[in-house]
């Protein structure tokens, strides 16, 4: 027997930890983090190990799934594409190009196989309905970056190894190892912050980030806009703003301010519940911080202020002098760019969708409008629904309709590895072979990295020849299609080619060769200033003004001040180290062990309902209701109650052995279709005014 170690980075979560992947002759059997990789440095979170359940799953589906009459029967290749491409074809020449609809969820961010090769795929369908995860998620960082510096992916990242004062808002990198900031070994990079300088953390639980923090705020959930108002507004009283970095590439930064400092809030306690002298206290600290930088994730982001929320920390970043700078936040220069000539760079309002007009943005509409699009007839209305690596049953608002209207598709595709709640509804499923089997360069995880980092990724396993790679299946999917609706498609070349092409647009120098030797990955050093050279605003500048954020807070001023409604209390979610999203619940190694599902109460907000811990509860929200098992908590505040997205696998059809038998409902059959951040159509999934009773 020849034992032997392969290397290659997750690709589970945005941490891309270096693994270890040990083989005994052609079988994996072991998983390690590996010490050798200068980024990861030997981290591993009990989902890299899981891979090993992922490969050996007898519910992964290896060739594609033909469903009749509601009997699911494996079919090969060539016709698996044919049957596609002909009823796709045919349903857009009956009824136009808006009548296919997309949706893309969030491994194919993941997967070089996906993320570099189904633009090609959506051109080819030139569709307006096009859909994603990044709406139920990072819409509003993008947006703010496309708004102010001219391009949705000039991500200003916390350059966490060097601060002294990180203000972090509704973030747990602790749980989800790090996001819109690869951040592998979260742990370590913490412990050392908090010995050398500080961490806030604002979050209306006492989350596993907030235990190893310097300091921990409970916060109103959805109350941060007037947190980070009043905080400015603080740091106006501190001092002048320190804007020599930024001469001549600064515009609006005091129209930003005026506005701003002339918001009234009324009682900044009552609506954040965190005390104003405290609020100034962190501002006097973040003010006088040599290297500071605010942050802020899903929390502030999927909820009602998203966009205003983030715009407000890039202008604490402004104020402070603390953009573009070491120990701040910087942008990634990364080797293969995703920023400048040939990308996209964050357009809205090109087009609208049809039944509630909501903006596009970057070629993309909010994914809370797909189900009408589905249901509502008419047209333009979408019949046909291609989903890759997407579970919107489980992982969009309103999942109870999100599952109606799938079932009322006249054909749906899937490109994915599992029967679940929403491939359920396919009429063809095509899996892609394991990603230990393909070539894969991180483009979009480099480019947020706190460092500069830059890896290819070799397969370390053969696939049969039954099976196809992602993006063999974009190729036969695109060829298909194209022949079927008479149209033209240019085969593309495997994924080192287009890596190749990808590093030769970026001025690192790197090319394959250099990647190819280097397997435990390259550590090109700290990320450095460059922002203002990059900037791709029709300006040249900085917009600290937006007119789309200028025009929000006035609304928000205009708006009578949040109101509790009688009894509700506010619901937020909560990430598990062994979840990931909706899709990992067929890992044994990730289930095992107690339930993760309960809904977190505090003890007064029991005893006022006359519930204790471990009753089921019924929770009802002005969407829908759900039962669940509920466990008092004291990490969350009275009034707060918090709930793991992701679960809900009790139903029919499903081919998830082990995970149907993991118990609990799903978040979201709680979330609304119309509960919203405004400026950027993204969902607001945190904030959700709930009631509970007894059952
Ligand atoms: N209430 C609530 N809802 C949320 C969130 C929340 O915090 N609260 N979080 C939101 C966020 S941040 C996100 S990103 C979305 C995620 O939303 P989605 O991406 O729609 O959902 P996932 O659960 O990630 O589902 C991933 C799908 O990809 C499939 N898959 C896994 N690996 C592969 C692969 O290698 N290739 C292919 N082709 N398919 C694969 C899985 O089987 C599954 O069907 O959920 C969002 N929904
Ligand atoms: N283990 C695990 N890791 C993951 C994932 C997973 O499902 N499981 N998913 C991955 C994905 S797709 C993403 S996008 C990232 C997300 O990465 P993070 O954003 O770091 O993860 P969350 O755990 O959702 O953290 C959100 C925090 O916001 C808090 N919060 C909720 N509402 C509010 C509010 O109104 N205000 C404030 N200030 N805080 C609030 C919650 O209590 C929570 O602590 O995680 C990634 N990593
Ligand atoms: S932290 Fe993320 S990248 Fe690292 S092993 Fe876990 S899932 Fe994989
Ligand atoms: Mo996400």
């Not at 890759?388 to 899937?414: H, I, R």
């Not at 947020?448 to 063999?472: G, I, K, M, Y």
């Amino acid at each position: 027997m020849a034992r032997h170690s392969k290397f290659r980075a997750c690709p589970l979560c945005e941490a891309i930890c270096g693994l270890e992947l040990q083989y005994e002759d052609d079988r994996l059997t072991a998983i390690r983090g590996d010490t050798a990789d200068p980024f990861s440095r030997g981290h591993i979170c009990p989902k890299g190990n899981a891979i090993l359940d992922l490969e050996n799953d007898p519910d992964r589906l290896r060739r594609p799934m033909r469903r009749e009459n509601g009997q699911w029967r494996e079919i090969d290749w060539d016709e698996a594409f044919a049957f596609a491409g002909e009823r796709l074809a045919a349903i857009q020449a009956e009824h136009g190009a808006a009548a296919i609809g997309v949706y893309l969820g969030n491994p194919n961010v993941h997967h070089f196989g996906h993320i570099a090769y189904l633009p090609f795929l959506l051109k080819l369908i030139r569709s307006p309905n096009m859909f994603s995860a990044s709406s139920v998620d990072q819409w509003p960082h993008q947006l703010v970056n496309a708004q102010m510096y001219g391009h949705q992916f000039l991500l200003p990242i916390p350059d966490i190894d060097h601060t002294d004062y990180f203000l972090m808002l509704g973030a747990n990198p602790i749980a989800s190892n790090g996001s819109l900031m690869t951040v592998p070994d979260v742990r370590a990079r913490i412990k050392a912050l908090t010995a050398r300088g500080k961490l806030v953390v604002i979050d209306p639980r006492r989350t596993e980030t907030a235990e190893l923090a310097s300091e921990h705020h409970f916060i109103t959930p959805a109350g941060d806009v007037y947190f980070l108002i009043a905080f400015l507004q603080a740091l106006q009283q501190q001092g002048p703003p320190r804007l020599n970095a930024y001469a001549g590439k600064l515009q609006g930064f005091e129209e930003a301010m005026t506005a701003i400092g002339a918001f009234a809030q009324a009682d900044v306690k009552a609506l954040t519940g965190i005390p104003a002298e405290s609020i100034t206290r962190m501002a006097s600290d973040f003010y006088q911080a040599e290297r500071a930088v605010a942050y802020g994730r899903m929390g502030v982001s999927v909820q009602a202020h998203g966009s205003l929320c983030q715009w407000l920390l890039q202008l604490i970043n402004l104020y402070t002098g603390n953009l573009d700078k070491p120990g701040g936040a910087l942008v990634n220069d990364a080797a293969l760019p995703i920023t400048g000539p040939g990308t996209s760079p964050g357009a809205r309002g090109r087009w609208h969708s049809r039944v509630r007009k909501l903006p596009e943005f970057a070629g993309e509409l909010p994914v809370s409008a797909l189900c009408e699009e589905i249901s509502t007839p008419g047209t333009g209305q979408i019949r046909a629904l291609i989903t890759s690596a997407g579970n919107p049953v489980l992982s969009t608002p309103d999942g109870v309709a999100v599952d109606a209207a799938l079932s009322g598709l006249e054909f749906m595709l899937s490109i994915d590895i599992y029967i679940n709640e929403s491939t359920c509804h396919a009429d063809l499923i095509l899996p892609p072979a394991s990603f230990l089997t393909q070539d894969h360069y991180d483009s979009v995880f480099n480019a947020f990295a706190v460092r500069r980092v830059a890896r290819l990724n070799r397969p370390v396993q053969e696939r049969t020849s039954e099976e196809r790679a992602d993006w063999e299946i974009i190729n036969g999917l695109g060829a298909a299609f194209a022949a079927a609706s008479g149209r033209e498609w240019r085969t593309l070349p495997p994924p080192k080619a287009l890596i190749a092409a990808g590093l030769a647009r970026g001025s690192s120098g790197l090319g394959l060769a250099e990647l190819e030797s280097a397997e435990h990955g390259l550590d090109l050093g700290p990320l450095r200033p460059g922002l203002l050279a990059r900037l791709e605003t029709a300006s040249a500048c900085i917009e600290a003004a937006p007119p789309l954020f200028m025009k929000a807070l006035a609304d928000l001023a205009a708006m009578p001040m949040q109101q509790r409604t009688e009894d509700a209390l506010l619901l937020i979610g909560r990430r598990d180290i062994r979840s990931n999203n909706s899709w990992m619940h067929n890992a044994p190694r990730l289930v095992k062990g107690p339930t993760r599902h309960e809904l977190w109460m505090h003890a007064d907000d029991l005893d006022r309902r006359k519930l204790s811990d471990g009753h089921t509860v019924r929770v009802r929200s002005q969407n829908g209701s759900i039962a669940v098992a509920v466990k008092v908590s004291d990490a969350v505040r009275p009034g707060v109650v918090c709930l793991p997205h992701g679960f809900g696998h009790q139903r029919v059809g499903l081919q998830l052995r082990r995970a149907e038998a993991v118990t609990g409902p799903s978040y979201n059959d709680l979330t609304g279709r119309t509960a919203l951040d405004g400026p950027s159509g993204n969902a607001a999934l945190n904030g959700v005014p709930v009631w509970v009773e007894a059952l």
